[in-house]
């Protein structure tokens, strides 16, 4: 009998138009979703949800001619698709070892759910969160929040 460890799962994913595609080995780091203004602005939407996986499990598959880097702040990098725009990775060098993924990107069931809410001091006012998340945020986004 295999034991599951011994052979660990490749999950694919790609942009919007399949121009950029990536692979990557589970298990993740974490998956959160992130509130922070910069996320909001780059994804045009109330937030985004990251999945962190150490740089050594992630596998850009095809379309390396068509990702585009934006260096977000003095730490991050985001890449982004030339063809259709889809914001795809963040890495930074707060942490180099691994690279967030988004979550939407990713075409298959990974090995979490979303497990907290990072920057949420930052959130977009119209936004309204129903779960139980933990909720994280100050100036560092990982701060516990007193609500």
């Not at 121009?19 to 922070?36: D, E, K, S």
């Not at 003095?74 to 707060?94: A, P, Y």
């Not at 180099?96 to 990713?106: E, G, K, L």
């Not at 759910?113 to 001091?121: E, L, R, V």
Request: proline share 5%.
């Amino acid at each position: 009998m295999r034991r599951e460890a011994e052979h660990p799962t490749l999950v694919s994913g790609s942009c919007f138009c399949g121009a950029v595609q990536f692979a990557i080995t589970l298990p993740t780091r974490f998956c959160v979703h992130c509130h922070c203004t910069m996320c909001q602005r780059i994804h045009g939407a109330g937030y985004v949800t990251w999945v962190a996986v150490p740089s050594g499990q992630f596998h850009l598959t095809s379309g390396r001619e068509h990702l585009q880097v934006y260096r977000s702040s003095e730490h991050g990098r985001r890449s982004f698709c030339g063809v259709c725009g889809s914001s795809l990775f963040c890495e930074s060098t707060h942490h180099p070892d691994y690279i967030d993924v988004a979550r939407a990107n990713i075409n298959a069931k990974i090995d979490r759910d979303p497990q907290a809410h990072y920057y949420f001091s930052d959130r977009a006012e119209w936004i309204v969160i129903g779960d139980d998340l933990p909720r994280f945020g100050g100036k560092t986004g990982t701060e516990p929040l007193q609500e």
